[in-house]
């Protein structure tokens, strides 16, 4: 059973940076691709940023200029870089994982902008 586990939500003031980490049990080449969601309250979870084996990235509008995603396959750990933070951006951010037919997903971590 593949396992995902995220760190770095927290608190962040408007303008502000963090770095997400999500932590997997797998070689994440051996997924398809990888990539983050995030769902606000009374929201419909969102794709943030997504990343292919191959390295294509797909990105929501609202994110494109400010958040980045990457990965280091040496610790099997794919990150999301966010600067530039909005109050909008608050949300429970969740890391995803798929092959044909399967898709992972982690327990999600908190991200709250606020003054």
């Known amino acids: 059973q593949v396992q995902l586990v995220e760190s770095g939500g927290g608190l962040v003031q408007p303008g502000g940076s963090l770095r997400l980490s999500c932590a997997a049990s797998a070689n994440i080449f051996s997924f398809d691709g990888v990539g983050w969601y995030r769902q606000a309250p009374g929201k419909q979870r969102e794709l943030v940023k997504t990343?292919?084996?191959?390295?294509?990235?797909n990105s929501a509008d609202s994110v494109k200029d400010r958040f980045t995603i990457s990965r280091d396959a040496t610790k099997n750990t794919v990150f999301l870089r966010m600067n530039s933070l909005k109050p909008d951006d608050t949300a429970v951010y969740y890391c995803n994982a798929w092959r044909v037919g399967y898709d992972y997903w982690g327990q999600g971590t908190q991200v709250t902008v606020s003054p």
């Open positions: 990343l292919t084996r191959n390295g294509v990235t």
